[in-house]
Nanobody, 124 residues
């Protein structure tokens, strides 16, 4: 599986962005899909996950209520709708995937496939 993330950009505090991640292959619906991010000088951190086959979604506390993950299996695409953006959301955002379920969705080591990242910059 190859993942291609897009949709990042430079926005102001309070703005919205929607990130997209397109996956190759014909069995997209059996993959758990997630978003992670890495801010300058910080460790990579979990943002959101969408379980396969209509599985559970979960979010990092820092984005809960502002971000929403969704997928379109017909388009092999997972989205991250980001609203009410804050300067602390500035990071490179990565999509990640693994076949079927994962034991700990917030653990980056659980994911086999990674996109190349898309930069999100939120100015104050």
């Amino acid at each position: 599986v190859q993942l291609q993330a897009s949709g990042g950009g430079l926005v102001q505090t309070g703005d919205s962005l929607r990130l997209s991640c397109v996956a190759s292959g014909r069995t997209f619906d059996i993959y758990t899909m997630a978003w992670f991010r890495r801010a300058p000088g910080k460790e990579r951190e979990f943002v959101a996950v969408d379980g396969w086959n209509g599985g559970r979604q979960s979010y990092a506390d820092s984005v809960k209520g502002r971000f929403a993950i969704s997928r379109d299996n017909d388009k092999n695409t997972v989205y991250l709708q980001m609203n009410s953006l804050k300067p602390e959301d500035t990071a490179v955002y990565y999509c990640a995937a693994d076949r079927l379920g994962v034991t700990n969705p917030s653990d980056a080591n659980e994911y086999t496939y990674w996109g190349q990242g898309t930069q999100v910059t939120v100015s104050s």
